[in-house]
């Protein structure tokens, strides 16, 4: 998977924001979620200035957002004493039982 942001960033996240609490990371990764909705939606509306940003400068946006998005989620792991790969992992092993085309109500099959 990736390296262990959360090892990589510890320190700097004690240097940097000693006094952070998990609302404010939960505060932040809303933001960047935002960001990368508005750099999409705006870029399709061509409005905002984002009508003269080219195809590659809307991607690379959208990819900082995404990638800050995950240092938001990695810092709210590290403040709540988690692990992100195990969140991750977590999600992932539901995710991948479910199936939204056999059962489209639950994606779970039904229990006999």
Same mark, same amino acid.
């Given at each position: 998977?990736?390296?262990?942001?959360?090892?990589? %960033?510890?320190?700097?996240? !004690?240097?940097? &924001?000693?006094?952070?609490?998990?609302?404010?990371? &939960? #505060?932040?990764?809303?933001?960047? %979620? $935002?960001? =990368? *909705?508005?750099?999409?939606?705006?870029?399709?509306? $061509?409005?905002?200035?984002?009508?003269? %940003?080219?195809?590659?400068?809307?991607?690379? *946006?959208? /990819?900082?957002?995404?990638?800050?998005?995950?240092? &938001?989620? *990695?810092? =709210?792991? /590290?403040?709540?004493?988690?692990? =992100? $790969?195990?969140?991750?992992?977590?999600?992932?092993?539901? !995710?991948?039982?479910?199936?939204?085309?056999?059962?489209?109500?639950?994606?779970? #099959?039904?229990?006999?």
């Amino acid at each position: 998977m990736t390296p262990d942001i959360q090892k990589i %960033l510890a320190t700097w996240w !004690v240097h940097n &924001f000693p006094d952070a609490e998990p609302d404010d990371a &939960f #505060a932040g990764m809303v933001e960047e %979620l $935002g960001e =990368l *909705a508005r750099a999409r939606l705006k870029f399709k509306q $061509g409005i905002r200035g984002m009508a003269d %940003l080219t195809a590659k400068e809307v991607r690379e *946006a959208q /990819q900082d957002a995404i990638g800050d998005l995950i240092i &938001f989620a *990695a810092h =709210l792991c /590290q403040l709540e004493g988690w692990q =992100l $790969g195990e969140c991750v992992s977590m999600a992932l092993n539901e !995710v991948i039982g479910r199936d939204w085309r056999a059962n489209p109500e639950t994606g779970h #099959a039904e229990e006999e």
